[in-house]
């Protein structure tokens, strides 16, 4: 089946700095990628999706200018939290559509788990 | 605002009996219909999709969609320990290459 990666796996990172996650399709291609965030007991919230070779659409709500978002190649997607505050603390986990037996379905990532000190 | 709702339980089921999870939807645009389950700490993993209304049937697992009254279910029968998780609904407006809008979750704990 289709594999995607993420990396870190966790990240401990302090006040101010930024963090790099990244997002791969292992075996297959994603022209299109999505990142959500999930806070502790709370359910998947869709930030932004990612499309290759074009500009990320960012679900309302959500700073693009804070949550950087790069689809640079068709198996990777990278998503960069600039000047992370303790509030930004969460998991981070991205999906890849791809299909299977013929149909469409969400590939996820293991996730990241980002904590901001 | 698309929505999609589930009860957040916990739910507690004895081990061998049938867990019924249920989740409603406001958008009547969307077409299909995920099952996730997620452990705590992991990332979801899929159990079931389902696009036409009626049961569909896999195992010990069957979802079951309603479009007219915007309803989605999953039953898991002769639950097992091991299916203590938290079981996510997604629904999206194409067969699954779009963005999920995910539900709260439930809960589920199944009682030895």
């Known amino acids: 089946g289709a594999v995607v990666s993420q990396h870190p796996s966790r990240v401990i990172c302090k006040s101010g700095t930024s963090v790099k996650i990244e997002c791969r399709s292992l075996d297959f291609q994603a022209t299109t990628m999505f990142w959500y965030r999930q806070f502790p007991k709370q359910s998947l919230m869709l930030m932004a999706t990612s499309n290759e070779g074009s500009k990320a659409t960012y679900e309302q709500g959500v700073e693009k200018d804070k949550f950087l978002i790069n689809h640079a190649s068709l198996t990777l997607s990278t998503l960069t939290v600039t000047s992370a505050h303790p509030e930004d603390s969460s998991f981070y986990i991205c999906?890849?559509?791809?299909?299977?037996?013929?149909?469409?379905?969400?590939?996820f990532g293991p996730g990241t788990r980002l904590t901001v000190t | 605002q698309k929505e999609v709702e589930q009860n957040s339980g916990p739910l507690s089921v004895p081990e061998g009996a049938i867990a019924s999870l249920n989740c409603t939807y406001s958008d009547r645009g969307s077409q299909s219909f995920f099952w996730y389950r997620q452990y705590s700490g992991k990332s979801p993993e899929l159990i079931m999709f389902i696009y036409s209304n009626g049961d569909k049937e896999d195992g010990r697992f069957t979802a079951q969609l309603n479009k007219a009254s915007q309803y989605v279910s999953l039953l898991i029968r002769d639950s097992q320990p091991s299916d203590s998780a938290t079981y996510l609904c997604a629904g999206a407006n194409n067969f699954g290459n779009e963005k999920l809008t995910f539900g709260t979750g439930t809960r589920l704990t199944i009682i030895p």
């Open positions: 999906s890849a559509p791809g299909t299977s037996g013929g149909t469409y379905e969400q590939y």
